[in-house]
């Protein structure tokens, strides 16, 4: 899988090894583990999806942009089966997840549990407030894409930080949005499309 991702242009030497190191095969069901390894989202449950690898890694890179070393405190929001999340525990100090349906939440524990990570914090909530108490964040990433990027994300990032996610753009397609918090101000860019499920508010 790395080899292939290499291929496919991602290029980070440390986005590389995170996603060698984390064995996707444990965050999917039986019936599905001889397609954890294949460049495809698969279902994790509740309607929900683990993302494609070259799309985690291709967000991963986009967050870290060449910063050497670790990353300091990186919030996620949506964490799904724990996969992105257990990838980022190579990348950052410390990672704050925040899933809102109980049942991943509950999953993602599980699955994070035999791997002992100290650095991951897995959260149950709506992570469309972000979480306060982690804040600033040196990155913000989401998994799930709404019509705008919620306020509380922008004002819990860092200045110097940067935040990913996916989209709605005008057009009413998805596309990923990078955000970096200046000094000057905040900046937004965006960049190919992509298909993430939605972002809700609320928990369930
Ligand atoms: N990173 C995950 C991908 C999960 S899919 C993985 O590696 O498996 C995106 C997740 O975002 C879903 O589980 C969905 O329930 C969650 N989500 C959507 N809106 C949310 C919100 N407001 N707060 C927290 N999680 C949310």
Not at 65 to 74: A, I, P, S, W
Request: some cysteine; charged content about 20%.
């Amino acid at each position: 899988m790395v080899a292939k991702l290499a291929a496919q242009g991602v290029s980070d030497a440390q986005v590389l090894a995170a996603m060698g190191a984390v064995e996707r095969h444990r965050f999917v069901d039986t019936a599905l583990v001889n397609q954890a390894y294949e460049d495809t989202s698969l279902p994790i449950g509740l309607g929900q999806t683990i993302s494609k690898p070259n799309v985690v890694a291709r967000m991963l890179e986009l967050l870290r942009h060449g910063v050497t070393g670790k990353l300091g405190r990186v919030l996620e929001i949506g964490t799904g089966c724990g996969y992105q999340a257990a990838v980022l525990s190579h990348l950052a100090k410390e990672v704050y997840s925040i899933e809102r349906l109980r049942g991943l939440h509950d999953k993602a524990r599980e699955n994070l549990r035999t791997l002992r990570l100290p650095n991951v914090h897995l959260l149950f909530g709506d992570g469309m407030m972000g979480y306060a108490k982690g804040a600033p964040y040196a990155a913000i990433i989401a998994a799930a894409g709404g019509e705008a990027i919620p306020a509380a994300w922008i004002e819990q990032l860092a200045v110097g930080g940067r935040l990913v996610a996916p989209m709605q753009t005008a057009s009413g397609a998805q596309a990923l949005v990078v955000v970096d918090k200046t000094p000057q101000g905040v900046k937004q860019t965006l960049l190919e499309a992509v298909h993430f499920v939605p972002l809700k508010s609320g928990t369930s």
